[in-house]
């Protein structure tokens, strides 16, 4: 698995989302470098990763990015968001979490109803079959509709996603998978690690009201959100995201 290390300072681990790879949060480390060495994964299947035979798990990635990390805090986007949550609830070696756009579950329940249908993400398994790259796109503008600068953000998706290559089929259908079948709201209550929960308040894949919620699920837990900001508020909102987790981390290193 490709992990690529920038910039100086106390450690932050970053894990994108569905289909694009560590690229993705070039905005990020434009502004955080040189307050953190960041640690950029490509998930297997994804940017320099794609060739990885890891299996696209929680099980499988989570201990091979702990054990070619340090103790670190982590920031998940999306479906990132769920490796980065896995991590804190299994090891001691995630010092602070911040999720993006990322809740413990992503598809609506009876208690649960601030998410998808699971429906939704069966009909993309089944597009990606039909079209692949055409669903590909589709997803990407999902990520971006709504947000005040949707235009701008999807130009710079779609040139993310082909700078590193495309993902692979695999990976895709496993991500997919991840996404419609995790639930981790049972380790909220016991996590031990300050969270910081960052919302697009017009986000039309992960509603703002599911961090809200998720971060009252925790006992050291806060919540914001980005006004004018869709699924990938660190796009168009770069400057507001990046000096809230620059805040957050700063605090959470003083505390732990």
Same mark, same amino acid.
């Given at each position: ?69 340090? =103790?670190?805090?982590? %920031?998940?986007? $999306? ?7 896995? /991590? +804190? @609830? ?76 495309e993902p692979s089929p695999q990976a895709l259908q496993q991500g997919l998978s991840l996404l419609e079948q ?9 996590? =031990?690690?300050?969270? %910081?929960?960052? $919302? ?7 509603? /703002? +009201? @599911? ?44 505390v732990t």
């Amino acid at each position: 698995m490709h992990i690529e290390v920038v910039g100086d300072g106390p450690p932050l681990v970053l894990v994108h989302g569905w289909g694009l790879h560590g690229g993705v949060f070039a905005p990020l480390v434009d502004r955080l470098s040189g307050a953190h060495e960041l640690h950029l994964v490509d998930l297997p299947g994804h940017g320099h990763s794609r060739d990885s035979a890891l299996p696209l798990t929680l099980e499988a990635c989570v201990p091979e990015i702990l054990a070619r990390t340090p =103790a670190a805090a982590w %920031l998940g986007w $999306s479906l990132g968001g769920l490796f980065a949550l896995h /991590a +804190a @609830a299994v090891s001691p070696r995630v010092r602070a979490l911040a999720l993006i756009a990322a809740t413990p579950r992503f598809v609506r329940a009876p208690a649960w109803p601030h998410a998808v249908e699971a429906s939704v993400f069966a009909q993309f398994g089944r597009d990606l079959q039909q079209d692949y790259r055409g669903t590909l796109e589709r997803f990407l503008a999902l990520d971006t509709m709504g947000s005040d600068h949707a235009r701008a953000e999807l130009r710079t998706l779609k040139e993310t996603l082909h700078a590193r290559g495309e993902p692979s089929p695999q990976a895709l259908q496993q991500g997919l998978s991840l996404l419609e079948q995790s639930d981790l709201r049972a380790v909220l209550p016991e996590l =031990a690690v300050p969270s %910081l929960w960052i $919302s697009g308040h017009r986000d039309r894949l992960v509603p /703002a +009201a @599911a961090l809200r919620d998720a971060a009252g699920m925790t006992a050291h837990g806060r919540h914001l959100d980005i006004a004018g900001g869709g699924h990938a508020p660190f796009l168009g909102h770069a400057d507001q995201v990046a000096e809230a987790v620059r805040d957050f981390l700063a605090e959470a290193v003083a505390v732990t």
